[in-house]
């Protein structure tokens, strides 16, 4: 990694408080696409965790009284820095996470995108003075900020699930202590050092390193200092994060796992839904949580779809994610892959056809070949959990009833897709999805305007859009009585 052209950006260890704190033990981190050690970083101790839990808790104090326009300009410090950083930025994160230079670099500007919003938005932080209910009385309310902030993050997104909630944390007037995936702790403390350097003052923003996630989880639910939890990771994990914070009756949010429905009907714009498709399932070699898990074809157009889905995906070049001509790249890890190929095998079992690219994988490796599973028979495995992978799966249907109790057959509720050129069908259909977001003709969903989060098994609580401050604020009721002279 002598590379960059900030070394500076290369962190090896714990930021806690303003400093960067070493320990004696290590653990590695791999680059996925070769498998090689690219850094050594120090694993936090209980006690660091401690440390820099109590030092959020001194330094939120200090920090709410800062006026929004005094934080939205310091956050703003950040977005730039991260912005003069973006290559740098984008070639650690593909070498420890594998995703190709382009998704790095549109993760980087759509991970500093939230920033951008939430410094604006901390300036709109409306209160209410409720019109008289009862004579000589009246309602007022107080927003302010819950406190200090505990956050764990998953590696699919190893910036942008970082600043969509500390961006957020850090406008409303918290603090911040993130503990990021082990396999991708680089791209945050890389966040941690152009946070230092945007004079976010020390306490405000720390991030705790360590492979323990176990113990440090425990430790981030339990402690008495912390008011909210925000998780993104998966839903089992989630579950577990959830409970344990209950006893300390902490505000929580989860953002978790996906298998969303893709769904073409028949008077669709074939061509565009193709291109949606392909862009939505590649992002990230299929490991985003909103990535198309299931794909309905209505009876009529199944064939003429698959034909220019095939042709389309054989232009598709697969490298090493650091390669120029790379469209995709390889998943996390071995084992990732391995998971993949199960679900593959599992689906032509169970009577699934193979239609585009292979069973083969090489037991050494995290690439996994694009592949397509046709006729697949709803309610196996693979319709059930998150394939996570370019692996994609085809399922014909008839009736619109039909595919919309299909869709909804998951205990999952996060993102699906519609394709139709029917308004009446629009306003059915997404009424009906049990989703917390729903593209229309669109595969582009996420971005900092829009609310985004799930239901049902997915979580709850909505991050990015005006509505992403409420999870960082508590309202307080005043309730007065005055009198007329
Ligand atoms: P994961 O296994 O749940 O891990 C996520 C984070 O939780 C990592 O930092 C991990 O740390 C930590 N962790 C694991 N076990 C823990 C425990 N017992 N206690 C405390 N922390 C623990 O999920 P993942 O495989 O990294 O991420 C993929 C999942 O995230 C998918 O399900 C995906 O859909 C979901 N996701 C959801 C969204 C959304 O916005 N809804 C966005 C992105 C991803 P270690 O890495 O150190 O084990």
Known sequence: ?????????????????????????KFDVYNPANNEVIAQISEVSAEQIDNAIEAASVA????????????????????????????????????????????????????????DWFAEEAKRIYSDTTSNHIEHKSVQTIKQPIGVVGAITPWNFPNAMITRK???????????????ASETPLSALALAELARQAGIPDGVFNVIVGTNSQKIGEQLTTHKKINKFTFTGSTKVGKLLNKQCANSIKKVSLELGGNAPFIVFDDANIEHAVDALVAAKLRNC???????????LQHNIASTFKTKLVAALKQIKQGN????DSQIACLIHKKAAEKVHQLAESAIKNGGKLIHGGLTKS????????????????????TQCEIFGPLFTL??????REVIDQANDTEFGLASYIFTENANRVYRVTTALEYGMIGVNDSAISHPIAPFGGIKHSGFGKEGSKYGLDDYLIIKAVTQKFYHQ
């Not at 994610?321 to 120029?324: A, K, L, M, V, Y």
């Not at 399922?395 to 619109?400: A, D, P, S």
């Open 321 to 324: 994610g650091e390669c120029q």
């Open 395 to 400: 399922i014909t249907f008839n009736e619109e």
């Open 363 to 382: 037991p050494d490796s995290s690439f996994y070949p694009i592949t397509v599973i046709d006729e697949v028979p709803h309610g196996i495995d693979i």
């Open 60 to 115: 939120q104090k200090k920090w709410q009284q800062k006026t929004s326009f005094q934080r939205a300009e310091i956050l703003q410090n950040w977005s730039a820095l991260i912005d003069q950083h973006q290559d740098d930025l984008a070639l650690i994160m593909t070498r420890e996470q594998g995703k190709t230079l382009p998704d790095a670099k549109g993760e980087i500007i759509y991970g500093k995108g939230f920033i």
């Open 1 to 25: 990694m002598n590379d960059l052209k900030s070394p500076a950006l290369l962190k090896s260890c714990s930021f806690i408080n303003g400093q960067w704190q070493e320990a004696l033990d």
């Open 166 to 180: 500390a961006a957020a944390a850090l406008a409303a007037g918290c603090s911040f202590v993130v503990k990021p």
């Open 286 to 296: 299929g490991q985003t949580c909103i990535s198309p898990n299931r794909v309905y």
